[in-house]
């Protein structure tokens, strides 16, 4: 079993910039890949992918609605995994939940077997 925590999401203005983080525990050693997806106010039941990365060559993808201002990145073991959000928009308000698979090393934005509770951002105009 593989525990995931995230924290780091809170109140922030717009143009202004966060960083979030997510802890893995428990069985990580078979972890692929690790991603971000987030849920938007009004679409609670759709998780939209954000960005993914390889825990082993640290390959990523984004989502084209993150624009460039959405940096994934994990620390040196791979345990941690981070999101940085710069120039913040009010659409970028969400829950952001952390992901992770150990299925396939492919980085994608589907097949994740365990998910994190979230991380609320508000973003104030």
């Known amino acids: 079993q593989v525990f995931l925590a995230e924290s780091g999401g809170g109140l922030v203005q717009t143009g202004g910039s966060l960083r979030l983080s997510c802890a893995a525990s428990g069985q990580t050693d078979g972890i692929n890949v690790m991603a971000w997806f987030r849920q938007t106010p009004g679409k609670e039941l759709e998780r939209e992918f954000v960005a993914a990365i390889n825990r082993n060559d640290l390959t990523t993808k984004y989502a084209e609605s993150t624009e460039g201002r959405f940096t994934i990145s994990l620390d040196n073991a791979g345990n941690t995994l981070y999101l940085q959000i710069n120039n913040l928009k009010t659409e970028d308000a969400a829950v952001f939940h952390c992901?992770?698979?150990?299925?396939?090393?492919?980085?994608?934005?589907?097949?994740?077997?365990?998910w994190g509770q979230g991380t609320q951002v508000i973003v104030s105009s």
């Open positions: 992901a992770a698979r150990r299925r396939a090393a492919i980085v994608t934005s589907a097949g994740y077997e365990y």
